[in-house]
């Protein structure tokens, strides 16, 4: 604890994909299985992923997230690279890859379990993630985390005013607040925007769409490299 100052009292605000439990790693697992099962003549499997990551960032702002728009980017990308519609055999082809997103089953980050029980006597708990409702919720149901958060919100995006509705929703001073998660896009800099510090978490199977840069001299964020590190500052 030498050369760490542990705050209490604050507002804790938790991601949940790739924060509390894997979940784009599952993904990535399906995107793999699918450029074998595409096996385009011209081009390869990095020119097939960025094709597809186009079309993911077109149905995300359209339809927003989880495994039904996911579903609808590889059928739309599969047209894209064949140049007509698939097939009924086809698109039978294209649910089976992703049967494995349906009967995934929640895989708790090392230490998650363990550290928001130490959180939640010193500290308020609130969860936020995005998706769509009813997938989150089971994902949710499933962790046997909920009773840690004084709330859990499901949003289908995550930006500044989404920061900003949270902190006077629950009655708390932005600066008091704190957004963990994984996502630069979605959890750093939005929350920093609203006028909250955030904790960033960096996870290897981040979705690329959530990438973006992060100012390291920005003394509102700390860095960490696990879950359990949270226990040394809060």
């Not at 130490?118 to 409702?133: F, N, S």
């Not at 690329?208 to 960490?224: A, K, Q, S, T």
């Amino acid at each position: 604890m030498r050369g760490v100052t542990r705050r209490y009292g604050q507002v804790l605000v938790f991601d949940a994909d790739d924060t509390l439990w894997e979940n784009n790693v599952v993904f990535e697992r399906v995107v793999d299985d699918f450029l074998t099962w595409v096996d385009h003549p011209t081009l390869d499997r990095a020119e097939i992923r960025a094709i597809l990551a186009d079309v993911e960032r077109a149905n995300a702002a359209a339809h927003g997230y989880g495994s039904r728009v996911f579903l609808r980017s590889l059928g739309e990308c599969f047209e894209h690279l064949r140049e007509r519609p698939a097939t009924d055999t086809e698109r039978r082809g294209i649910e089976e890859l992703a049967t494995a997103l349906v009967e995934h089953r929640v895989e708790l980050m090392p230490g998650v379990a363990e550290a928001l029980v130490d959180l939640a006597g010193r500290h308020e708990l609130l969860l936020l993630t995005k998706g769509e409702r009813e997938e989150q919720q089971r994902k949710l149901d499933a962790s046997d985390l909920l009773h840690h958060f004084t709330a859990a919100h499901i949003v289908p995006e995550k930006n500044a005013d989404t920061y900003r509705w949270l902190a006077n929703a629950h009655g708390f001073d932005p600066s008091r607040g704190w957004m963990i998660g994984n996502s630069p896009r979605s959890d750093i800099l939005p929350a920093r925007a609203a006028g909250m510090n955030a904790v960033f978490i960096p996870n290897e199977n981040t979705w690329v769409l959530e990438h973006d840069e992060l100012d390291r001299g920005d003394e509102g964020v700390l860095h960490l490299a696990v879950f359990p590190d949270l226990l040394r500052h809060f």
